[in-house]
């Protein structure tokens, strides 16, 4: 499969174990924020969303918590999967009307057995 | 793939020579957006459309154009393709209307020789 990033940061954890994932956005005028998982090979795939008016979302096994105040975004997944390594993927969206997403370098998570 | 096909998937040119990707949809998105992916660099905007002939440049602009006849496919054309814009182009839709996920297809690789 492609590359993704040759010196991505990863998060090495166990099987099992909760995985957080951090991201550092840098406009403080951004209002949507967006979570995606990529695997060798293929598209990015959305996981979870959050918009600035919230500061924490649930999804199915994982959570993301914005910190406005220090323009910080969380990813947590609960008791972590093999199918679980990939790489993570944050963007940010400042204006809604203008639909464009500006995303992150990645972070790539492995699961041990 | 949420309904969002690239063709083609693989793709070796030499430089000089005009390239052109397709992405086609059957969800009836109003915004398709191409993005290139190098490692180091995640994932770039190259233009993205907001309407049937409607597009604007994204950040990494120079070098492509793009057009879009019909809601369902989005074309992106490298007039005269270089060794830099080897990549792996990925194109995205969203629905817009306050609806801001991007949903990603498969991919295209691409090597300028």
């Known amino acids: 499969g492609e590359s993704v990033g040759l010196h991505l940061p990863t998060l090495s954890v166990q099987e099992g174990d909760n995985s957080i994932i951090n991201c550092a956005y840098s406009?403080?005028?951004?209002?949507?924020f967006i979570w995606y998982k990529q695997e060798s090979g293929k598209g990015p795939q959305f996981i979870i969303d959050?918009?600035?008016?919230?500061d924490k979302r649930q999804g199915q096994r994982v959570t993301v918590l914005l910190n406005k105040t220090v323009k910080h975004l969380s990813l947590q997944i609960a008791a972590t999967q093999p199918g679980d390594s990939a790489v993570y993927f944050c963007?940010?969206?400042?204006?809604?009307?203008?639909?464009?997403?500006?995303f992150g370098s990645g972070t790539r998570l492995l699961v041990r057995p | 793939d949420a309904g969002i096909t690239q063709s083609p998937r693989h793709k070796v040119t030499e430089t000089g020579t005009p390239v052109t990707l397709r992405c086609h949809q059957t969800?009836?998105?109003?915004?398709m957006y191409w993005y290139r992916q190098d490692p180091g660099h995640g994932l770039r905007l190259i233009h993205y459309?907001?309407?049937?002939?409607?597009?604007d440049k994204g950040e990494v602009s120079d070098g492509y154009s793009v057009s879009r006849s019909k809601t369902e496919d989005f074309l992106l054309t490298l007039e005269s393709a270089t060794s830099s814009q080897t990549s792996v182009y990925f194109c995205?839709?969203?629905?817009?209307?306050?609806?801001?996920?991007?949903?990603f297809g498969p991919g295209t690789r691409l090597t300028v020789t």
């Open positions: 406009n403080s005028a951004s209002d949507y």
């Open positions: 459309s907001y309407g049937v002939k409607d597009t």
């Open positions: 963007a940010e969206m400042s204006g809604g009307s203008s639909y464009k997403l500006i």
């Open positions: 969800e009836n998105h109003r915004y």
């Open positions: 959050i918009r600035s008016n919230m």
């Open positions: 995205a839709i969203s629905e817009g209307q306050g609806a801001y996920e991007q949903y």
